[in-house]
T-cell receptor, first 114, second 113 residues
Framework: DADVTQTPRNRITKTGKRIMLECSQTKGHDRMYWYRQDPGLGLRLIYYSFDVKDINKGEISDGYSVSRQAQAKFSLSLESAIPNQTALYFC?????????????FGPGTRLTVT | QKEVEQNSGPLSVPEGAIASLNCTYSDRGSQSFFWYRQYSGKSPELIMSIYSNGDKEDGRFTAQLNKASQYVSLLIRDSQPSDSATYLCAVNSGGGATNKLIFGTGTLLAVQP
């Protein structure tokens, strides 16, 4: 079984719809991240959470919100989707106690907003 | 100036050759450096991590770090067509325990059979 899972894997939605992307992990890591990836722009950090009560904005948080329901679950919401939010979204986790800063990625969600 | 810079490529090398991928970074306080491999449409996969100046070898991969020059590289020996992918350089930023990674935009490697 995969250590970091994301649902759904693919989603097509219409402009103005609310959508939630979910991430779960069985790695026991305390830190979780949401990135989006666009061609030519690389991975950009949307939000990150160092524990259940610690949530921080990344470089491109406008139009997004997150919820850390438990140590193992971190969801990303688009309150009112717009076409330029079409992208590949990745969840990642890391372990503070390792001190190594290594992040491990989920399989990604391909989101298309029409 | 971008925080982590990579040549976007494509870098084309013949099968069996050495592929050399380069990355520069701007934060002198960075302590951790990573190379991820990403196949098209797939998630980034950790290849190498390096924390000290010098070379670190793992199989066909060697990571090189020069903190004075703010430069990190990845060498792939005996390149195979299966190595064809985008290679992402990532550097921790913010210092201490903040644990945020800044990614370069990646270098596309194409290994020609």
């Amino acid at each position: 079984d995969a250590d970091v899972t994301q649902t759904p894997r693919n989603r097509i939605t219409k402009t103005g719809k609310r959508i939630m992307l979910e991430c779960s992990q069985t790695k026991g890591h305390d830190r979780m991240y949401w990135y989006r990836q666009d061609p030519g722009l690389g991975l950009r950090l949307i939000y990150y959470s160092f524990d259940v009560k610690d949530i921080n904005k990344g470089e491109i948080s406008d139009g997004y919100s997150v919820s850390r329901q438990a140590q193992a679950k971190f969801s990303l919401s688009l309150e009112s989707a717009i076409p330029n939010q079409t992208a590949l979204y990745f969840c990642a986790t890391s372990d503070r106690t390792s001190g190594a800063h290594t992040q491990y990625f989920g399989p990604g969600t391909r989101l298309t907003v029409t | 100036q971008k925080e982590v810079e990579q040549n976007s490529g494509p870098l084309s090398v013949p099968e069996g050759a050495i592929a050399s991928l380069n990355c520069t970074y701007s934060d002198r306080g960075s302590q951790s450096f990573f190379w991820y491999r990403q196949y098209s449409g797939k998630s980034p996969e950790l290849i190498m991590s390096i924390y000290s100046n010098g070379d670190k070898e793992d199989g066909r991969f060697t990571a090189q770090l020069n903190k004075a020059s703010q430069y990190v590289s990845l060498l792939i020996r005996d390149s195979q067509p299966s190595d064809s992918a985008t290679y992402l350089c990532a550097v921790n930023s913010g210092g201490g325990a903040t644990n945020k990674l800044i990614f370069g935009t990646g270098t596309l490697l194409a290994v020609q059979p």
